[in-house]
Structure formats: structure tokens, C-alpha cells
T-cell receptor, first 108, second 112 residues
Framework: KNEVEQSPQNLTAQEGEFITINCSYSVGISALHWLQQHPGGGIVSLFMLSSGKKKHGRLIATINIQEKHSSLHITASHPRDSAVYICAGPRSQGNLIFGKGTKLSVKP | DAGITQSPRHKVTETGTPVTLRCHQTENHRYMYWYRQDPGHGLRLIHYSYGVKDTDKGEVSDGYSVSRSKTEDFLLTLESATSSQTSVYFC???????????FGPGTRLLVL
């Protein structure tokens, strides 16, 4: 069993829909990262959070450390949001252990 | 965008040949990481560095070595490339160990 599990693996949405991607982890981590990998392959860090909620534009990330669960929400989705979204938790020295990613496709 | 580059961006090589990938940063960040990304596995840590000449193994370090003689450069070497090392390799940097990581553009390596 992976220490970091994401669901769903694939997600197709219509433009404008509200999207939720979930991340659960079995290891004790103090914070969680959300990353976005563009279709061209580049990886961008979206959020790092250890409690509560963070918001950046239409993206919202929440975390519940006690329940070992985090969610990434996208409001008013747009085709340009199509990407692979990856959650990751840090081990010692900051090494990240990654989920396998959620491939999001937003149709116009 | 963080100043982080990788070279080469693409490489095709033959089994048994040595290969060195370079990660270069202009941010003066202390931590540098090498990951590989494969279908069905996601990103996995190969080696990381927490300072000049300070390196440690990740979860998939067999067959790889690293060196960091300067803050800005982190080299990944495949001593004798194998087909199982065909992958996309990403370098990342972070100011401290538990902070946001910034990723390079990746290197596609094909070992024939």
C-alpha cells in the first residue's frame, strides 16, 4: 500500500464545474504539498500546508492532520486547469513521498 | 520562477555506458534533489543533498551516484546505464529541508 494515496486517478469535468481531488496518507507527516504537472511535463508547486486551508485564485487546499487527509478544490474549472495534480508528504530532511497523481481533464 | 536548469534535456544512450545529468541552480538554495518519474510509480527520490559534499540516498538509489562540489551544481551519474533507468529525471531545490520545492524542467533519458 502506498504511503500517500490519491483519488480519483482520473477525472473528467465540464468547464465551470467544482472539482475535488483527495489525498490520504498513512505516514506521520507534518505538512503536505500539492503540485501541478502540466501536459508539457513541467512541475509547479501549488501549496504547502500543515493546517487549515490555503487559497490561491480558484484553487483551495485543505488539510486535516489528525485524519491524515487533504483535499484540493478547483472552483469554476477551466480547460487550462487540465493537468496532473500530485500530493506529497515530507519525510525527514524534507524528502518528499509522492502520490501517483490525479489526471484532470476539463472539457470546454 | 526559480532559477533551475537541467542538462541535457534529452539523451539517448546505450546499455552499459556512463551517463551524467547536471542540475544547476542560481538561487543559492541549500537542498537539492534528484527524482525519477515513471508511469505507474509517480515521482521517486533517488538522492538528495543538504549542502556541499553532503548527500544521502533516497528510495531508489541503486545504480546511481551523485556529487555536489558547489552549491549551484548537483550531478547525477549512472555508472553503467541499464534499460530500467529509462525515465524522466527531475531535479528540485529547496531553501530548507521542509519547505517548498522548485522543480527543474526534467531530462528524458532513453537507454537502449
Amino acid at each position: 500500500k502506498n504511503e500517500v494515496e490519491q483519488s480519483p486517478q482520473n477525472l473528467t469535468a465540464q468547464e465551470g464545474e467544482f472539482i475535488t481531488i483527495n489525498c490520504s496518507y498513512s505516514v506521520g507527516i507534518s505538512a503536505l504539498h500539492w503540485l501541478q504537472q502540466h501536459p508539457g511535463g513541467g512541475i509547479v508547486s501549488l501549496f504547502m500546508l500543515s493546517s487549515g486551508k490555503k487559497k490561491h485564485g480558484r484553487l483551495i487546499a485543505t488539510i486535516n492532520i489528525q485524519e491524515k487527509h487533504s483535499s484540493l478544490h478547483i472552483t469554476a474549472s477551466h480547460p487550462r486547469d487540465s493537468a496532473v495534480y500530485i500530493c506529497a508528504g515530507p519525510r525527514s530532511q524534507g524528502n518528499l513521498i509522492f502520490g501517483k497523481g490525479t489526471k484532470l481533464s476539463v472539457k470546454p | 520562477d526559480a532559477g533551475i536548469t537541467q542538462s541535457p534535456r534529452h539523451k539517448v544512450t546505450e546499455t552499459g555506458t556512463p551517463v551524467t545529468l547536471r542540475c544547476h541552480q542560481t538561487e543559492n538554495h541549500r537542498y537539492m534533489y534528484w527524482y525519477r518519474q515513471d508511469p505507474g510509480h509517480g515521482l521517486r527520490l533517488i538522492h538528495y543533498s543538504y549542502g556541499v559534499k553532503d548527500t544521502d540516498k533516497g528510495e531508489v538509489s541503486d545504480g546511481y551516484s551523485v556529487s555536489r562540489s558547489k552549491t549551484e551544481d548537483f550531478l547525477l551519474t549512472l555508472e553503467s546505464a541499464t534499460s530500467s533507468q529509462t525515465s524522466v529525471y527531475f531535479c528540485a531545490i529547496s531553501e530548507q529541508g521542509r519547505e517548498t520545492q522548485y522543480f527543474g524542467p526534467g531530462t528524458r533519458l532513453l537507454v537502449l
